[in-house]
């Protein structure tokens, strides 16, 4: 499974990776340019934005481009999020 998140501070992305690491994670700062951005997100299965650190416009890119994505606001959101997303697919069909 391949997911992006936007916004979360390297600290973060290192402790994510070590929690999950049959997941395999895209991240970038809202420093980043927004084509990098769109790039890493529409590669992605799912795509988790860090709400208080990502600007407006590159969620309106993003949304003008189709890209559907789920706001996180903080760790804990973040982890129900990739939680859910490996939980569905293991699901069977």
């Known amino acids: 499974m391949k997911i992006f998140i936007g916004g979360l501070l390297p600290s973060r992305q290192q402790r994510i990776r070590e929690l999950y690491p049959g997941v395999d994670f895209t991240f970038a700062s809202d420093q980043e340019g927004r084509r990098r951005w769109l790039s ?12 208080g650190r990502t600007s407006h416009s590159t969620t309106q890119l993003l949304r003008s ?8 606001d903080g760790n804990a959101a973040i982890q129900r999020i990739i939680e859910s997303a490996i939980d569905n697919e293991m699901e069977p069909e």
């Open 65 to 72: 481009k189709g890209v559907s994505y789920q706001f996180a």
């Open 40 to 51: 890493r997100a529409q590669s992605a299965e799912v795509v988790i934005i860090d709400q």
